[in-house]
């Protein structure tokens, strides 16, 4: 078997089905706990430390995982990570990193946890979780793809009032198609109520006014060095803490 073969045992479909349980059990929830971890790429012992610190916790509803789930794509880094990942005791949901994209990861990123661009809504927040790795399509995709954002920005308006936008490279790194930066930001301000943006990929803790006009964006570290962030949501506000294990 080639190492980027596609083919793999074990659970697929991730996203959907994880989704569907963040729905339910925040159905109605005034106050969340939501735990944002990235880049765990082939650091398998900090992450299965990284995920025994989630369970610990305990008010944890659910995790985001923000990209680079692999370093190379292969498929066996896909299942190592997932099964480690599987040990967390709440639903997570996963977005696919430029790491991911390597060889066929791709591919297997669409089988095991599914589409490119998502969102979902829990306790009225709508989570907008965007592909927004051009450099891996030579910027000849559209990545990140407006239209998608634009056709959800007054999509079921009526179950929610507040937005978080996830993604895993963040506007002028050298990932992101910063021809379109601007544009972007300005479909990021359309969502209602926005809160705050969320990103991995730097490898390093990040909270930053990028515009200058009170959008927040907040970068996750790499499990390498041992840290997380858990943001606390209400209908209020939000603040959030740097967990380190």
């Known amino acids: 078997m ?17 989704i569907e349980r963040i ?9 969340m706990h939501v735990a944002f971890i990235s880049d765990t790429h082939g650091w398998y012992a900090d992450t299965k430390d990284m995920v025994k610190s989630i369970n610990a916790k305990g008010n944890v509803d659910f995790a985001v995982h923000l990209g680079d789930l692999t370093d190379c ?19 997570y949901v996963a977005i696919i990193g430029n790491h991911d994209f390597l060889g066929t990861g ?19 927040v709508k989570f907008v979780c965007l592909n927004t790795n051009a450099t891996e399509y030579d910027y000849l995709a559209a990545v990140p793809n407006l239209d998608y954002m634009e056709g959800e ?3 079921d308006s009526l179950l929610y009032d507040r937005t978080v936008v996830c993604m895993h490279a963040r506007p002028y790194s050298e990932q992101f198609n910063n021809n379109v930066a601007k544009v972007f930001h ?20 990040q909270a930053e006014d990028i515009y200058g006009d009170g959008v927040m964006y907040y970068g996750v570290d790499c499990a390498e060095h041992r840290s997380y962030m858990v943001f606390t949501i209400t209908v209020n506000g939000y603040d959030y803490e740097i967990v380190h294990y």
């Open 153 to 155: 920005i007054g999509k």
């Open 73 to 91: 794509g292969t498929t066996k880094e896909y299942v190592w990570m997932r099964d480690i990942l599987a040990g967390i005791r709440v639903p």
């Open 2 to 18: 080639h190492p980027y073969d596609v083919r793999f045992d074990g659970q697929e479909n991730i996203n959907a089905i994880n």
């Open 186 to 205: 300005h479909y990021v301000k359309s969502f209602p109520g926005l809160m705050f943006c969320m990103n991995g990929h730097d490898h390093c803790k």
């Open 23 to 31: 729905e339910r059990l925040c159905s109605g929830k005034d106050t």
């Open 106 to 124: 791709d591919q297997t990123f669409h089988r095991m946890y599914g589409q490119n661009d998502y969102t979902f809504i829990a306790g009225r």
